[in-house]
C-alpha cells in the first residue's frame, strides 16, 4: 500500500552536513497523508533507535543525542520527509530508516534504509 524510498546517505567526515530526503508513495488512494513521520537509526550491534518524528501539525521530537544538530520538516503535500544533519559526529553513522504512521496507533511503515557513515 505504501512505499517509503530513502535518499541522500553518504560518507563524510566529522563536522560535515547531509541531508536525508523520503519519498511515501502510496498504491492505496485512501490514505491522503501521515499522521506522523519521521527517521530512526540502527547502528551495527545496536537496536533501531528514533532520531526524530514530526506529525501532520508540525509537532516534532528528536532524540536528545541530536537536538541542536538535526532538523525534522516535511512537505506534507508531497508526503516527503527530510532530516538535515548537521555538526555530524562519527557515532551518527548508521543506517537510517524512514518511518510513516497513517493514524495515531497505525502499523508503521518502514522504508529500506540509507547509509550514513562519518569518520574522524
Known amino acids: 500500500q505504501v512505499q517509503l524510498v530513502e535518499s541522500g546517505g553518504a560518507s563524510v567526515q566529522a563536522g560535515g552536513s547531509l541531508r536525508l530526503s523520503c519519498a511515501a508513495s502510496?498504491?492505496?488512494?485512501?490514505?491522503?497523508?501521515?499522521?506522523?513521520m519521521g527517521w530512526y537509526r540502527q547502528a551495527p550491534g545496536k537496536q533501531r533507535e528514533l532520531v526524530a518524528t514530526?506529525?501532520?501539525?508540525?509537532?516534532?521530537d528528536y532524540a536528545d543525542s541530536v537536538k541542536g544538530r538535526f532538523t525534522i520538516s516535511r512537505d506534507t503535500a508531497k508526503n516527503t520527509v527530510y532530516l538535515q544533519m548537521n555538526s555530524l559526529k562519527p557515532e551518527d553513522t548508521a543506517v537510517y530508516f524512514c518511518?510513516?504512521?497513517?493514524?495515531?496507533?497505525?502499523?508503521?511503515?518502514w522504508g529500506q534504509g540509507t547509509q550514513v557513515t562519518v569518520s574522524s
Open positions: 518511518n510513516a504512521v497513517v493514524s495515531l496507533g497505525s502499523i508503521p511503515y
Open positions: 502510496r498504491s492505496d488512494f485512501r490514505i491522503f497523508s501521515f499522521w506522523s
Open positions: 514530526i506529525t501532520i501539525a508540525r509537532s516534532t
